[in-house]
C-alpha cells in the first residue's frame, strides 16, 4: 500500500504510563489510522513476548528493573476498526546487554515517541490464526 | 544530500520470501531509487555478517531458529543502476537475548515493512575496496 | 507537537569522525531545529550510557574495538537555542551479540545516516533534574 504523508507528531510520554496504552490513546484521540512508530527512553520492568509458532502464542519474558529503550520500531493500522500500535523493542540493561522481542507492556520513565502519521485506505489487520496480520500484496 | 518524500509503502513480505530479495524486487518493480527501509517481524534461519576491517571482508554468522526481528533499519540505493538494499537487523531469541548485525539472508516467517521512498538526485554506491558505499561530503 | 516535513537529508560520516559531533555539527550548518534521526554503520571504541536513575548521571560502559552498528536510533531538538542530537544505539561485536544503550561517543568508521528535517515550532530541552528533557503533553 502506498501512502503520503499527513503529519509527523513527537512528544515526551509522561512518567508512568504504560507505553503501548499511551500510544493507542494518543492515536485514537488524534485519529490516527496508519503510521509509523519509532522512539528511544527509559523503561521500567517491561514484559516482552517471544512468538512460539508451534504453539500459536507467545511466550512472556518478564525483565525486573530499569533498561535502556535503544529502539522502538513498529506501526499503527487498524484492528476491530480502532488503532492498534505494534511494537518490537530493544532493551539495554545495566551493563549494556540487549534484550527484546514483541512489546507487551512497560511503565515509562523517559519515552521520546515519533509517530509518522499517513494518509490514504487505512492498513487493516485481519485475523490469520492466532495472529491479526495485513493482507500480503502479489509481488 | 537533500530529498523529498515520494511516498511511503507498507506491506507485509509473504511467508517463506528471503526478506532482502523480495525488499529489492520490490524496489525494482516500483522503480525506487533511494529510499529508507525499516519493519519489525519474525524471521527463520537468518545468517548475519560482521566486517572484518583487517580482511575487507564480512564473517557469516548463521543462526538456525526463528527469531523475534525488533529492529530492522537500512536503505535503498542504486548499484550498477540497480536498486540495492543494505539492511542492518536485531534479532531476539527465546529467551529474549538480542544477536544482530548485517542482513545477509533470512526467510521471513511475517515482515510488516516500510519503505519510504525518496525523490531527488538517486543516491549511488561506487566501490570503495571490497566494500560499495555512498560518497562522503565534506562537513 | 506536530511538525510537516521540510527534507530528508543521506550521507555517510567520513572515517574517523566522532559519530554524535558530525550529525551536531551537521544540524548546525544546516540549521537543523527538529528531526529524527536513524541510521547503520560500523562503529570504533564506542562508549555507551546506562542511566542510574538513584544517581541522577549516566554510568558509562566503554565497548572497544569495532562493532556492527545495528541500529541508530534518535532526534534533534533544541538545547540552550543549539541542535542538540540524542542518540540510542545497537552493537553488535564479532559474534553478534548486541550490547547498546545511550551513545555517549564513537569513532565512524561507516555511518550510513538519514535525518528527517521537520518544520514546525522546535522542540526545545529544558532541565529537569540532571536530564533535559522535552515538556509532557497532556493526553
Redesign the interface.
Known amino acids: 500500500?502506498?501512502?503520503?504523508?499527513k503529519?509527523?507528531?513527537?512528544?515526551?510520554?509522561?512518567e508512568g504510563r504504560d507505553l503501548i496504552g499511551?500510544i493507542n490513546?494518543?492515536a485514537a484521540?488524534e485519529d490516527i489510522r496508519?503510521a509509523?512508530v519509532?522512539?528511544?527512553g527509559?523503561l521500567q520492568n517491561p514484559v516482552?513476548?517471544?512468538?512460539?509458532?508451534e504453539k500459536g502464542a507467545y511466550?512472556k519474558?518478564e525483565?525486573p528493573g530499569?533498561y535502556?529503550?535503544?529502539?522502538?520500531?513498529?506501526?499503527i493500522s487498524l484492528k476491530d476498526n480502532r488503532p492498534f500500535t505494534?511494537?518490537?523493542?530493544?532493551l539495554?540493561?545495566?551493563?549494556?546487554?540487549?534484550?527484546?522481542?514483541?512489546l507487551i507492556r512497560g511503565n515509562v520513565?523517559?519515552a521520546?515517541i515519533?509517530i509518522?502519521e499517513?494518509s490514504g485506505t487505512p492498513?487493516e489487520r485481519i485475523p490469520y490464526g492466532s495472529?491479526s496480520?495485513?493482507?500480503?500484496?502479489s509481488?
Chains 1, 2, 3 share one sequence.
Open positions: 500500500m502506498k501512502y503520503q504523508i503529519a509527523v507528531h513527537m512528544f515526551r510520554v509522561p499511551y490513546k494518543y484521540k496508519t509509523v519509532s522512539g528511544i527509559t516482552i513476548g517471544y512468538f512460539m509458532e511466550k519474558i525483565l530499569m535502556e529503550v535503544t529502539s522502538i520500531e513498529g506501526n505494534h511494537i518490537h523493542i530493544n539495554g540493561d545495566a551493563v549494556g546487554k540487549i534484550l527484546g522481542g514483541h520513565y523517559i521520546e515519533v509518522i499517513l492498513l495472529l496480520l495485513w493482507k500480503t500484496e509481488t
